[in-house]
């Protein structure tokens, strides 16, 4: 069954504290790996799409990384605007997107 | 372009009672998804379009639920009769196809946030 785990589900840093956000996948012939932003009351923001192993894409402060396993989203000194729910999503045979239960991030000051 | 647009944006309605929800792709996507998202279940497909055909509903909970896409620029989804559990905000989202099967990225609408009492 196809399946997609993110981690941790909430994660507090304070501004300027790097880190990494995890997206764990099991799918029958991956066709891409998507990152979303969500704010509170709007939808999913497109972020990234990562198609294979070893590949890396850039923005801002995010950095996607993407494994034949699991996908990560460093932050590199996040302020607080970057805080919002995270979220991966895989794309499997057929076409539909997989998600999952997204990491919420707060960044304090 | 607008984006995505859809209507209305928060629905309180009764138990028993018909809900139709509106979503406007943006022009020139031939896919069309229908997602509910809950905080016990997160985001979930519904049901998506190809050129305004129906490919996978197997995301569609009962059949209570339907949705139609009678042409490039509109689609609903529609409850009938709506129940509490039904609560939800209910996204659309649009895309084109890339190359290899592979999507492009999905345009997300604003949602609609739906209260059955």
């Known amino acids: 069954e196809d399946q997609v785990t993110q981690s941790p589900e909430a994660l507090r840093l304070q501004e300027g504290e790097s880190s990494s956000l995890n997206c764990s996948y099991t799918?029958?012939?991956?066709?891409?790996l998507f990152w979303y932003r969500q704010d509170p009351g709007k939808g999913p923001e497109f972020l990234f799409t990562?198609?294979?192993a070893g590949e890396e894409k850039e923005k801002e402060r995010l950095k996607a990384t993407l494994t034949k396993k699991e996908s990560f989203l460093h932050i590199t000194a996040p302020k607080p605007e970057d805080s919002a729910t995270y979220l991966c999503a895989v794309q499997a045979v057929g076409g539909k997107l997989i998600f999952g239960q997204g990491t919420e991030l707060s960044v304090k000051p | 372009d607008a984006g995505v647009i859809q209507s209305p944006r928060h629905e309180v309605t009764e138990m028993g009672q018909e809900v139709t929800l509106r979503c406007k792709p943006i022009?020139?996507?031939?896919?069309l998804f229908w997602y509910r998202q809950t905080m016990m279940r997160g985001l979930e497909l519904l049901i998506y379009?190809?050129?305004?055909?129906?490919?996978?509903d197997s995301g569609m909970p009962e059949d209570r639920f339907s949705a139609k896409m009678p042409n490039a620029s509109f689609s609903t989804l529609k409850i009938q009769p709506s129940e509490p559990r039904d609560s939800a905000v209910y996204f659309c989202a649009s895309s084109l196809l890339a190359s290899g099967q592979s999507l492009n990225e999905q345009f997300f609408g604003p949602g609609t946030r739906l209260t059955v009492l």
């Open positions: 990562l198609y294979s």
């Open positions: 379009f190809n050129n305004n055909v129906p490919i996978d």
């Open positions: 799918v029958s012939g991956l066709r891409g």
């Open positions: 022009s020139g996507h031939d896919y």
